[in-house]
């Protein structure tokens, strides 16, 4: 029985189904490791997290099991052990797992038991359960390996420590959320390690997958609690972990603790890399967004310049005659500030054919918001032509609390590829763009100093689709509105638990039915990062058809 062991981790980045290059990529990850026992690896690194039905592609479970032999084959040249995760297929059933690849082959293979189905997940859907498993002996070692899910409950880590584990080693796949961090390590980590007496690693990916962006910001807690590693977020990093056995037990040298990112850093952060990995992962030469002069589009295009640099981003003024000189100024200066594009092409010959051809139509009937949202639709036309003739991806720009309650203009302002704010309330909004016009993100390709005029922040948001129009003319304003949306929406409270808060109860109720009656509109919006505990889409599926209201 050894007494010191070398446990590598890699907090990397994974691509969607592309088995060939995520092999490659963790077999250069372990010739980096040489003189370590063991590399571990993320949650399903060789297919990719979450898979979703893809992993009902037999074609995708061959594949990965074929290569996953091919991995095994090459620690036969007496290098490290890995630790694999992947899809495998038991009597006709799929499970999420573990693969230890040792000598040439795999020599341990260990199943998901806690599936999640709750938010984003849904692997009940497409996994079995997998009875408790037992820990895997390694070099003299007996290695508890809970998988993501298995270790947010006491069950399975403390199965593993009857079965006599001494270390546990929890890959993951854990999506980034606000205030995510310390719910990681205090309410989830420490608890076990309480529990069972024993040491854990906590291993995540980083990157973007569609709507969700996984942080890192992996560790290392010992058995008396204390934490003795923290790798970075949103950074891919390799550390070898140094581990001794006494008489207390294993435990981990300590190593480098990173600080991890305050609000609203880490929020600006998981926008720059959600957006930067669609875009690249896709093929997309770079974005193409409406620049109107207002905060939400200022903030998408701060986040496109530093998510991919001011040469990949083509911003454009679409003026009516409704558009304020301020607008026009501030648009201007927003793209001065990026280092970006800007083009300049006024839809009032747009709009004023359409009420030639319409005519006829509405002779009977007042101009009304019909004609607000032409003109909304015909910018929506003219970004979409642009990124048709020149392959740029359309950036959205609408934020949260406009979707709630259906505050934009479906195939208008909500058509694109992709929203950085689809998830920020408009208070987020306000703090995200203060904070970046005060600091530069570490991993941003824009611009030191501020990346939008002053004015666009304090100035009261406008739509700018009729004369003198206010936000606060149809919605109540923001620090009312927001507050009661994230009780309607993060914390499904009723009316009525909303009014006890000291909410106006005409205000909650209209805003209730506003949210319910704008799901149409949702089911129909472009993907967006994931940034709280019940993003549209992912985490909260409500029927369009539905007459509850809590009123």
Same mark, same amino acid.
């Given at each position: 029985?050894?007494?010191?062991?070398?446990?590598?981790?890699?907090?990397?980045?994974?691509?969607?189904?592309?088995?060939?290059?995520?092999?490659?990529?963790?077999?250069?990850?372990?010739?980096?490791?040489?003189?370590?026992?063991?590399?571990?690896?993320?949650?399903?690194?060789?297919?990719?997290?979450?898979?979703?039905?893809?992993?009902?592609?037999?074609?995708?479970?061959?594949?990965?099991?074929?290569?996953?032999?091919?991995?095994?084959?090459?620690?036969?040249?007496?290098?490290?052990?890995?630790?694999?995760?992947?899809?495998?297929?038991?009597?006709? @059933?799929?499970?999420?797992?573990?693969?230890?690849?040792?000598?040439?082959?795999?020599?341990?293979?260990?199943?998901?038991?806690?599936?999640?189905?709750?938010?984003?997940?849904?692997?009940?859907?497409?996994?079995?359960?997998?009875?408790?498993?037992?820990?895997?002996?390694?070099?003299?070692?007996?290695?508890?390996?809970?998988?993501?899910?298995?270790?947010?409950?006491?069950?399975?880590?403390?199965?593993?420590?009857?079965?006599?584990?001494?270390?546990?080693?929890?890959?993951?796949?854990?999506?980034?959320?606000?205030?995510?961090?310390?719910?990681?390590?205090?309410?989830?980590?420490?608890?076990?390690?309480?529990?069972?007496?024993?040491?854990?690693?906590?291993?995540?990916?980083?990157?973007?997958?569609?709507?969700?962006?996984?942080?890192?910001?992996?560790?290392?807690?010992?058995?008396?609690?204390?934490?003795?590693?923290?790798?970075?977020?949103?950074?891919?990093?390799?550390?070898?972990?140094?581990?001794?056995?006494?008489?207390?037990?294993?435990?981990?040298?300590?190593?480098?603790?990173?600080?991890?990112?305050?609000?609203? @850093?880490?929020?600006?952060?998981?926008?720059?890399? $959600?957006?930067?990995?669609?875009?690249?992962?896709?093929?997309?030469?770079?974005?193409?967004?409406?620049?109107?002069?207002?905060?939400?589009?200022?903030?998408?295009?701060?986040?496109?310049?530093?998510?991919? $640099?001011?040469?990949?981003?083509?911003?454009?003024?679409?003026?009516?005659?409704?558009?304020?000189?301020?607008?026009?100024?501030?648009?201007?200066?927003?793209?001065?500030?990026?280092?970006?594009?800007?083009?300049?092409?006024?839809?009032?010959?747009?709009?004023?054919?359409?009420?030639?051809?319409?005519?006829?139509?509405?002779?009977?009937?007042?101009?009304?918001?019909?004609?607000?949202?032409?003109?909304?639709?015909?910018?929506?036309?003219?970004?979409?032509?642009?990124?048709?003739?020149?392959?740029?991806?359309?950036?959205?720009?609408?934020?949260?609390?406009?979707?709630?309650?259906?505050?934009?203009?479906?195939?208008?302002?909500?058509?694109?590829?992709?929203?950085?704010?689809?998830?920020?309330?408009?208070?987020?909004?306000?703090?995200?763009?203060?904070?970046?016009?005060?600091?530069?993100?570490?991993?941003?390709?824009?611009?030191?100093?501020?990346?939008?005029?002053?004015?666009?922040?304090?100035?009261?948001?406008?739509?700018?689709?009729?004369?003198?129009?206010?936000?606060?003319?149809?919605?109540?304003?923001?620090?009312?509105?927001?507050?009661?949306?994230?009780?309607?929406?993060?914390?499904?409270?009723?009316?009525?638990?909303?009014?006890?808060?000291?909410?106006?109860?005409?205000?909650?109720?209209?805003?209730?039915?506003?949210?319910?009656?704008?799901?149409?509109?949702?089911?129909?919006?472009?993907?967006?990062?994931?940034?709280?505990?019940?993003?549209?889409?992912?985490?909260?599926?409500?029927?369009?058809?539905?007459?509850?209201?809590?009123?």
């Amino acid at each position: 029985m050894t007494d010191r062991l070398m446990i590598t981790l890699v907090q990397c980045a994974q691509a969607m189904g592309d088995i060939p290059g995520n092999a490659d990529a963790m077999l250069a990850a372990r010739a980096q490791a040489a003189g370590s026992d063991l590399v571990v690896f993320p949650e399903l690194q060789l297919i990719g997290y979450p898979p979703e039905d893809l992993v009902l592609k037999p074609a995708l479970i061959a594949r990965a099991a074929a290569k996953l032999d091919e991995m095994a084959a090459a620690t036969a040249d007496g290098g490290p052990a890995m630790l694999v995760g992947s899809v495998f297929a038991r009597e006709g @059933q799929l499970f999420n797992g573990l693969a230890l690849l040792d000598g040439g082959a795999i020599t341990a293979v260990r199943l998901k038991h806690e599936l999640p189905n709750y938010g984003t997940f849904d692997e009940k859907r497409l996994f079995a359960s997998a009875p408790l498993q037992p820990p895997v002996p390694f070099r003299g070692v007996m290695l508890g390996l809970p998988l993501c899910e298995d270790i947010w409950f006491p069950k399975v880590c403390g199965h593993l420590k009857a079965m006599g584990a001494q270390i546990l080693i929890a890959p993951h796949g854990s999506p980034y959320e606000i205030e995510k961090d310390e719910r990681r390590l205090h309410n989830v980590v420490r608890a076990r390690v309480a529990e069972t007496g024993l040491p854990l690693v906590f291993l995540n990916r980083i990157g973007g997958q569609d709507e969700l962006v996984f942080d890192g910001a992996s560790f290392v807690v010992n058995a008396d609690g204390s934490l003795v590693h923290q790798l970075p977020d949103w950074e891919a990093a390799s550390v070898r972990t140094e581990w001794t056995l006494g008489s207390g037990g294993w435990q981990c040298a300590p190593g480098e603790i990173h600080a991890l990112d305050p609000f609203p @850093q880490d929020a600006y952060h998981a926008m720059i890399v $959600g957006l930067r990995d669609y875009v690249n992962a896709n093929g997309f030469p770079g974005v193409v967004l409406g620049l109107s002069g207002g905060i939400d589009s200022a903030l998408s295009a701060a986040v496109a310049v530093d998510a991919l $640099g001011p040469e990949r981003v083509w911003c454009v003024m679409l003026p009516s005659r409704f558009t304020s000189q301020d607008s026009l100024d501030d648009a201007a200066g927003c793209a001065q500030m990026l280092g970006c594009r800007l083009d300049s092409i006024p839809i009032q010959p747009a709009v004023a054919a359409f009420d030639t051809m319409l005519e006829g139509s509405f002779a009977d009937r007042d101009v009304d918001i019909t004609e607000e949202n032409i003109q909304s639709r015909i910018r929506a036309v003219t970004l979409m032509s642009l990124s048709n003739k020149f392959g740029h991806m359309l950036l959205t720009t609408g934020n949260k609390s406009e979707m709630s309650v259906g505050y934009a203009t479906i195939y208008g302002d909500m058509a694109g590829g992709y929203n950085v704010l689809k998830d920020a309330y408009k208070l987020t909004v306000f703090d995200l763009s203060r904070w970046r016009n005060a600091h530069r993100p570490p991993l941003a390709l824009g611009p030191d100093g501020p990346v939008m005029p002053e004015r666009v922040i304090t100035k009261p948001p406008s739509a700018e689709l009729r004369p003198d129009q206010r936000d606060d003319d149809s919605l109540p304003p923001y620090e009312i509105l927001d507050p009661i949306l994230h009780g309607l929406i993060e914390e499904e409270l009723s009316v009525a638990e909303i009014v006890a808060r000291g909410f106006e109860h005409d205000t909650v109720a209209r805003i209730e039915r506003l949210l319910y009656i704008a799901e149409y509109k949702r089911r129909q919006a472009p993907p967006g990062v994931k940034l709280g505990s019940r993003n549209f889409g992912r985490d909260r599926r409500y029927p369009i058809t539905n007459r509850f209201r809590t009123a």
